[in-house]
């Protein structure tokens, strides 16, 4: 393994992901705002139909260029080919790759900052993804900086784009812009009140997608769903950022009427199942990344609507990460099987929930 790869894995395991801060406007609700750009290299073939050869000179074309212009020299490169599949993993959980690249073949890569918002995966679907993540509602913000990052690089790297059709990408949804737009909002309460199918059918109307939590084809683990735009062409960026935009403060109302529907109509109920679950988390002796994920997504709500106190909502965002698999085996340490990781995370979890007993706070 690279040793600069392996020192870069160290220092983010010990740091909180941009999408966890929890510091962004909205950030009871919306975890992130993301844009992702699909860029592709003029003179070679999309990579599913690119050779070794042809993905090794992709590879090493971009990683030069973009190392040329001012961004790039933020940026922190990752081999991701030669990474353990622990790590692949690792840097899923984290965000910063798609599962495609993680599990891709060849060479490919992946470049970060330090603060975790920028990240460039090459070699994935497209030659080159640029991806800008910000904690909370701030898609203004995110897109500002990634329209820098791209116009830096398009200096630097010749694109395939066409007059008529825009920017030329592997799929055929993303040509255009070739931009997707996505928040990921937290919605447990909606889902608890069971109006969860109805708002995803609106908006699958007006031609918005909803996805899991790492993207195409996750599970909604934890009441965690990504919302985005599902095609690019016919449409500017700055209009395909409205139509998400504007949807954003209507599922952020809909969540807040329904937490206060379950705090006024079920508290009794609501609290209940809040402090079950905080008395599961401390309690365990053995536990799954997916109980966990659901558990912690009710002892979130419970601390937002007052029902638990003396538990920070920050530390709750860094255990929603820290106790999937990957992140459990970097702390830990040492490669574990399913069954000594739903034991080391019941234990990481005691641990962290030691001396904080459920406090109910005063009405």
Known sequence: MDPSAQMNLETLTNNVGEWLRGTGPESDIVM????????????YPFVSRASEQDRAEIEKFLRERIAMVPAGKELQYIDVGHLEEVDRQF???????????????????????????VSLMINEEDHLRIQCMHSGLDLKGVWDQIRLVDDQIERAVPYAFHP????????????????????????????I???????????????????????????????????????TLGKTEEELLEQVGDVVP?????????REFLVRETQQNVHDQVSRAYGILRTAQTITAEETMQLLSRVRMG???????????????????????????????????????????ARYLRQHFEGNGPKAAAN
């Open 303 to 345: 601390v937002l609507l007052g029902l638990i106190g003396d538990v920070d909502i920050s530390a709750i965002n860094v255990l929603l990460v820290r106790t999937q698999p990957a992140h459990l085996q970097k702390l830990r340490g040492l490669e574990l099987d399913t069954k000594d990781r739903n034991i080391e995370r």
């Open 32 to 43: 992130s705002s993301r844009v992702r750009l699909a860029r592709n290299v003029a003179q």
């Open 164 to 191: 008529r059709w825009g920017y030329l990408t592997a799929c055929p949804t993303n040509v255009g812009t070739g931009i997707r737009v996505s928040v990921m909002l937290h919605l447990p309460a909606l889902v």
């Open 193 to 231: 009140t069971r109006q969860i199918d109805k708002v995803f059918r609106s908006l699958h109307k007006i031609s918005l997608a909803v996805r899991g939590l790492y993207g195409e084809g996750s599970q909604a683990m934890g009441d965690f769903y990504q919302i985005s735009n599902q095609t």
């Open 91 to 117: 840097l899923v959980e984290r965000q910063l790759i798609s599962r495609e690249l993680a599990d891709a073949q060849g060479a490919r890569s992946v470049a970060i900052d330090g603060r975790e918002q």
């Open 250 to 258: 209507v599922l952020i109302d809909y969540e807040r009427r329904a």
